[in-house]
Nanobody, 127 residues
Framework: QVQLVETGGGLVQAGGSLRLSCAAS????????MGWFRQAPGKEREFVAV????????AYADSVKGRFTISRDNAKNTVHLQMNSLNSEDTAVYYC????????????????????WGQGTQVTVSS
């Protein structure tokens, strides 16, 4: 069974940083583009960032561009989200997701395209 497990969430003050990690198992990790999504209370789940299977192509939501960095280590089957300059609008449950990719540079933003999802990790930014 495919499993994605997010870790690294927690409580942080505005302006601070957190690093989320997602460990994947049960799939050929390097065949998947990996994305991060988030869902705040009362809001729809939204795209945050994605990284291609080869790790050289990335995309970010405008709201996090310049503050968040996605990375992956295919040897360790992990993907990370470094979050800096956090503000209250970043408070949400953050989810890791896997999108089967046909080429190294393939990336998509739509959550409906992602086949596997983790359980989520809570990020709370205090003002």
């Amino acid at each position: 069974q495919v499993q994605l497990v997010e870790t690294g969430g927690g409580l942080v003050q505005a302006g601070g940083s957190l690093r989320l990690s997602c460990a994947a198992s049960g799939l050929t990790f390097s065949n998947y583009a990996m994305g991060w999504f988030r869902q705040a209370p009362g809001k729809e789940r939204e795209f945050v960032a994605v990284i291609s299977r080869g790790g050289r192509t990335t995309a970010y939501a405008d709201s996090v561009k310049g503050r968040f960095t996605i990375s992956r280590d295919n040897a360790k089957n992990t993907v990370h989200l470094q979050m800096n300059s956090l503000n209250s609008e970043d408070t949400a449950v953050y989810y890791c997701a896997a999108d089967f990719a046909s080429s190294l540079g393939y990336i998509r933003r739509g959550e409906d395209q992602y086949e596997y999802w983790g359980q989520g990790t809570q990020v709370t930014v205090s003002s």
